[in-house]
């Protein structure tokens, strides 16, 4: 297991000495994921947050009628789960899926409480974590209201530069909230620019 990346991420908040980096990377397990796998169904009883190694996954929610509603991409360093279930152990209400091969650090929710009594700091890192979560959602919500559909794919741009090669038209377009017919006019305006 390659944990440099998830030891970086931590180190942004808080510093370990050697036997808490070590006892923290004792409880995280490493698992390959193959494209389109879910690794979170709705319904299915979350018990972990993942930490992204590399590829690229999607945490989206798929009403009665079929309709998936992405909610968020998570990106090689980033954080992904169902929180309000992962935290109260609840049914998930959210699918999480890799859109391509990806590597993934998973950790149980048991685990993190553990995490909590034997290295406190790391109730700081989540808590900062899990505000700037909040905050990006929040940002989200606002952007959804005050902005025109063109602008937010402008702003999922600068949100996503690297990945919005890698993920489809639709997947862009159900995380926008628009039809992908009216993002490739979006898209076929913007050359025309």
């Not at 808080?14 to 409880?27: M, Q, R, T, W």
């Amino acid at each position: 297991m390659n944990d440099n990346l998830i030891l970086k991420n931590i180190s942004k908040h808080v510093s370990l000495n050697n036997e808490e980096a070590c006892y923290f990377i004792s409880l995280l397990k490493e698992r390959n994921i193959q494209k389109k796998e879910l690794i979170l169904k709705q319904q299915q009883i979350c018990k972990e947050i993942s930490f992204v190694q590399s590829g690229i996954l999607r945490a989206f929610y798929m009403d009665a009628a079929g309709k998936e509603s992405t909610i968020m991409f998570a990106l090689p360093d980033w954080w992904i789960t169902d929180m309000f279930c992962f935290i109260n152990k609840k049914p998930a209400m959210l699918n999480i899926e890799a859109l391509e091969g990806s590597t993934v650090l998973q950790l149980q929710k048991d685990d993190l409480d553990k995490l909590y009594s034997k290295i406190p700091k790391f109730e700081r890192f989540f808590r900062i974590m899990m505000q700037n979560a909040y905050i990006r959602e929040q940002l989200r919500i606002i952007e959804n209201l005050s902005q025109t559909a063109e602008e937010r794919y402008y702003t999922f741009l600068q949100k996503y530069p690297l990945a919005s090669e890698r993920i489809t038209q639709k997947q862009i377009a159900s995380y926008l909230g628009i039809t992908p017919e009216f993002l490739s006019n979006i898209k076929t305006n913007k050359h025309k620019k």
